[in-house]
């Protein structure tokens, strides 16, 4: 049978680097997209709605998962891709989950996490700390029009993991012989304080940045005026907290053991992505 990875989120700043990193390798790869398949290595199904799932995954041999960001309920959205991974006996999956999830109690990614760790799947999934990508993204308006980076975190420090990593450690593990079942912690190799952060970015962009320690009152209230939903905000806040206290400044050497390199610095990403600052 021929091996064919299907991909979900093949337009995002993870899967994107799955695609690009399989097809490089040589391998057959489906990117799963909402809109009619307009080649044939797409294939189409809603992911939001769950319709589609097990026709996709019908000739797959291997998948990457994921909750597409903006979503509270990450578990109603992976459960249906579990389901159809399961019942058409897919050979491995890799799994995006997030840094911390089973930190409080059951989750909605740690019900996900749950739910493939009993599905029978062989599987790995991937808990990445935050993206550095979100400089390039989430926070882009305000370090563009401000050049300043609000955030209710203070002088925590997190171990920044780049997402050209995660998508390469998630291609290895669906490729090589690496087993690496249960979860992986993924992380950049130091952690750093948004000051630092900021810093990194002035010297990219070659103009000013700075971050600037904001309450989490003030930073909900900044994202609801933008028309961000209420759950997403309040997830978001939840993580942030998290990060506050600390949770995220650990450092891990999985991906040095799965890729057999190091992860990418912040100074390498922000001279990669200076053009969206300047």
């Known amino acids: 049978m021929e091996e064919i990875t299907l991909v979900v989120g093949a337009s995002g700043f993870v899967g994107s680097e ?79 989950s997030a840094p911390g999830a089973g930190d409080k109690g059951e989750t909605p990614f740690r019900e996900a996490e749950i739910e493939l760790e009993q ?81 990194e970015i002035s010297i990219a962009s070659g103009k000013p940045v700075r971050f600037v320690d904001i309450s989490p009152a003030a930073f909900e209230s900044r994202l609801l005026g933008f028309g961000v939903p209420e759950a997403a905000v309040d997830y978001l806040s939840r993580i942030l907290a998290q990060l506050k206290e600390g949770h995220r400044s650990p450092v891990t050497f999985a991906f040095e053991e799965i890729v057999e390199r190091k992860p990418r610095y912040f100074a390498e990403y922000a001279q990669d992505h200076r053009k969206h600052w300047t």
């Open 18 to 96: 799955v695609v690009r990193l399989l097809r490089a390798g040589g391998h057959r790869v489906w990117s799963v997209t909402s809109k009619p398949a307009s080649s044939p290595d797409t294939v189409t199904a809603d992911v939001v709605q769950g319709k589609g799932l097990d026709e996709a995954f019908r000739k797959a041999t291997k998948a990457f998962l994921m909750a597409p960001p903006g979503h509270s309920d990450q578990h109603a959205l992976l459960s249906p891709q579990i389901e159809a991974a399961r019942a058409n006996g897919l050979k491995k999956v890799v799994m995006l």
């Open 119 to 199: 599905s029978g799947l062989a599987y790995s999934i991937l808990r990445p700390n935050w993206f550095m990508q979100n400089f390039n993204s989430y926070w882009l308006n305000d370090i563009r029009n401000e050049r300043k980076i609000y955030l209710p975190v203070g002088a925590a420090r997190a171990s920044f993991i780049d997402t050209r990593d995660i998508g390469a450690a998630a291609a290895a593990l669906l490729t090589t012989k690496i087993e690496r079942s249960g979860i992986v912690d993924l992380t950049g190799p130091v952690a750093m304080t948004h000051a630092e952060i900021a810093e």
